[in-house]
């Protein structure tokens, strides 16, 4: 390992974590059965997780544990349970994604080393800030930065004494990680669980400029970057591919160690990826790390392209020379299954043997002798053994009591109780302390850290706040502020994402408009999140809701009360809390993406607020990418920020498996796909009366398929109407057709 470098490769089972240890990585990121975004991956049992761990550091290489996922309330306990096993392991970080999580390892956990994952894409100063105070010691940057974005934001952790992760080779989401809800949606199947169905490789109808996989992007490749990534001060170098096999674990991870020790320790960059393409690829790209967001990123095809490109670079002009391509392609392939196969098969990550003697002998203290790999360890009783005629020390009981030493490193190999004597008495606690002190050793001579119980979390003496719910209302266009006028109802405004282009605009319209509050995109990247700091700063809102961290860690600085927006992601008091007592949150908005079950055991701190979106078009993801090129076209080769600040279109795309999205683009946002119906869910007001202060109906003007029979003015009266109770439900689904509850219905 390099002092300016890690190499951090994926392990989604055994073989290739096997496989990227022998390659030279410096570290590898790998997850359990449970609570990792990779279910799909074959992972890790908890038994041979500590073999794996000792494998890699007689390598010099890290083990990471991908804990990556929203955590629901009713898990808390088991992954508390698996915490208090990992701290006395030797893994040496775990990787973190939910809010709740960060808090629990913060206040409980404290040894283990936190990074947080890409689901919370993080792609700003506020958002290191929000994290570092979470304890991470870093941060996996958004997939989507270029190369200037990315220096910034590294040298700004560094001087925040936090590192940057930077993926350089892999997949490549269509979507920003941790805002893409279309598996979610469409399945149930979500993406923040680690079980995204990949919706976007998918085949669709074939579009307007002749694509059948409209979302289908290139995979992501950094390799030329070396120099740059270097010069930006990026740490980590991380490979995606935790469901890759191990010969492809092995390739990758061995090209990329080739470059990065060629550049350490010659300055010279390596250039031939011959490599790269003989394993399993889209081709490549890596025009967001360029900034260059261009058409030629996508890619009409999911699979692997690696014939394809040997068959271009040998210029094939026949089948036959194709199929020989082919051929050649494939036993390559097979001779590095074979190489791999070779070079790991004497790694072993078995339990260490464990051999014990017991000697008792009247008048002298129990003696324990421990043969390791390591030598001989001797362990006495605090006092001596004495005759008895009962309780006395007999063969089944002392090996009952020996075979308890096993633990997750080591496995008891021969118990010797041929110096046990017969009839001898010591007390069972002096037993107990010898066992603990067995724990020890076994534990490399560090104490064991004792079990953590966590008290659930309190509910709120205020518990009627949410008898009388208000009802709010989210718009986006100036034409709507006549709403400010309606009774009972509180109007947030949508910033856009490219907020520093119109700022001045935005800060004239919040002044003049005091009663109307802003509402904080997910994304804001470079100058659009200094914008967004210098808007808080010149109109000092009374109240904002956001769903950027980092804007909400700029409103905790400034003293400015800020409500966690739907797209933070938060399904469990622990993120509640977490918000309150580290960020002075006010309330927080709970994730759509859970059910009526999943949402009943949530309690809310004392003077914390509760908001529930019950009508909105549904964002299934958001893409820096330009979603138009692939369906209806676009004139501009390239997405640019004038793209950003004036482009709005709109289209939709049908997948064979008949399922419809809208592609919707407004002034000042990025691309976006959205759901055909809107979500519509009135059964939530009396699902969970009591709990939400508040309901947020969006009235946007996003073109989706559902109609509204309604005027806006209108609309909002028959919502005030359900949130009392005077209609029945069916009255407003009457006026909106088709929606949709299926979230609510399926949850995670």
Same mark, same amino acid.
């Given at each position: ?41 074959? =992972? ?5 997780? @500590?073999?794996? *761990? ?14 990556? *996922?929203?955590?629901?309330? $009713? ?27 960060? @808090? ?44 200037? +974005? ?26 920003? $990680? ?102 399993? /690829? ?18 009409? /095809? ?9 068959? /271009? ?53 129990? =003696? ?14 605090? $006092? ?58 076994? =534990? ?136 309150? +007592? ?30 529930? $979106? ?63 119906? /809107? ?31 309604? +005027? ?14 005077? *209609? ?21």
């Amino acid at each position: 390992m390099s002092d300016q470098f890690e190499l951090l490769a994926p392990g989604g089972d055994l073989e290739s974590i096997k496989a990227a240890i022998i390659a030279g990585a410096d570290a590898v990121y790998c997850g359990l059965d449970n609570f990792n975004a990779r279910n799909r991956a074959t =992972n890790l049992t908890f038994e041979n997780l @500590s073999g794996v *761990v000792r494998l890699a550091h007689q390598h010099q290489c890290k083990i990471f544990l991908t804990l990556n *996922v929203i955590i629901l309330e $009713s898990e808390v306990p088991a992954l508390v349970r698996l915490l208090n096993k990992l701290v006395n392991t030797d893994i040496d970080g775990v990787i973190v994604q939910d809010i709740g999580l960060f @808090s629990i390892l913060k206040t409980h956990f404290p040894t283990l080393d936190v990074h947080a994952s890409t689901q919370l894409n993080t792609h700003n100063e506020g958002q290191i800030l929000f994290l570092k105070q979470l304890t991470a010691s870093r941060m996996n940057l958004s997939r989507e930065l270029n190369i200037d +974005e990315i220096k910034h934001l590294a040298q700004f952790g560094h001087q925040h004494d936090v590192l940057m992760e930077v993926f350089v080779h892999g997949s490549y989401c269509i979507g920003f $990680s941790g805002l893409c809800y279309i598996s979610s949606v469409r399945n149930g199947s979500s993406g923040n669980r680690g079980r995204c169905s990949q919706p976007c490789r998918e085949q669709y109808q074939t579009t307007e400029v002749g694509r059948d996989y409209p979302l289908n992007l290139k995979d992501n490749s950094a390799y030329s970057d070396m120099a740059a990534l270097a010069d930006a001060g990026v740490y980590s170098l991380k490979v995606e591919g935790r469901i890759k096999k191990s010969h492809y674990v092995y390739t990758v991870v061995d090209t990329w160690r080739k470059q990065i020790d060629s550049y350490c320790s010659k300055g010279e960059m390596l250039t031939d990826t011959s490599r790269l393409y003989t394993v399993f /690829n889209r081709d490549f790209s890596n025009a967001f790390l360029k900034g260059d967001i261009n058409k030629s990123m996508f890619i009409d /095809n999911p699979r692997d392209h690696a014939a394809t490109h040997f068959s /271009n670079i040998y210029s094939c002009t026949s089948m036959d020379d194709v199929k020989a391509v082919k051929k050649k392609l494939y036993d390559t392939k097979t001779d590095i299954i074979q190489e791999v196969e070779r070079v790991t098969e004497d790694l072993c990550v078995e339990k260490l043997p464990l051999d014990v003697k017991v000697i008792a002998v009247e008048g002298q203290p129990l =003696n324990v002798e421990l043969r390791t790999t390591q030598g001989l360890v001797e362990l006495k009783s605090a $006092s001596s053994l004495v005759a008895a005629g009962k309780f006395t020390l007999d063969e089944e009981g002392v090996t009952k009591w020996v075979n308890s030493f096993a633990n997750a490193d080591y496995q008891v190999n021969e118990v010797d109780l041929s110096a046990l004597g017969s009839g001898l008495y010591i007390p069972y606690k002096e037993q107990t302390a010898i066992k603990e002190q067995v724990a020890v050793v076994l =534990n490399g001579n560090k104490p064991l850290i004792a079990p953590v119980e966590l008290a659930k979390p309190l509910k709120a003496a205020n518990t009627d706040v949410g008898q009388n719910p208000h009802l709010y209302t989210l718009i986006s266009s100036q034409s709507d502020l006549s709403l400010l006028s309606e009774p009972d109802t509180t109007v947030y405004y949508q910033l856009p994402e490219a907020l520093a282009s119109d700022l001045p605009k935005l800060v004239a319209l919040f002044k003049e408009n005091a009663q109307l509050l802003p509402w904080f995109p997910a994304i804001l990247i470079g100058e659009n999140y200094e914008a967004a700091v210098t808007f808080l700063e010149q109109v000092k809102p009374s109240r904002i809701v956001t769903n950027n961290s980092g804007v909400g860690y700029a409103a905790y600085q400034l003293g400015i009360d800020w409500v966690a927006g739907p797209q933070m992601n938060i399904i469990n008091s622990y993120s509640l809390a977490c918000l309150k +007592e580290e960020f002075n949150c006010v309330g927080a908005f709970v994730s759509n993406e859970i059910n009526k079950k999943q949402i009943k055991p949530l309690v809310k701190p004392d003077n914390f607020e509760l908001y529930y $979106s019950i009508y909105h078009p549904i964002t299934l993801l958001t893409s820096r990418q330009c979603l138009f090129h692939q369906t209806v076209g676009c004139k501009k080769k390239r997405f640019d920020d004038k793209c950003l600040r004036k482009c709005d279109k709109s289209a939709s795309i049908l997948s064979l498996k008949h399922a419809s999205y809208v592609v919707d683009k407004q002034r000042g946002a990025h691309n976006a796909l959205y759901s055909q119906e /809107n979500y519509l869910n009135v059964d939530v007001l009396n699902d969970h009366s009591g709990l939400f202060n508040g309901y947020m109906v969006d009235l946007r003007d996003i073109k989706t398929h559902t109609q509204i029979a309604l +005027e806006k003015p209108q609309l909002l009266e028959a919502f005030r109407e359900q949130l009392k109770g005077d *209609v029945a439900p069916a009255e407003i689904h009457a006026k909106l057709a088709p929606t949709t509850m299926a979230q609510y219905k399926k949850g995670l």
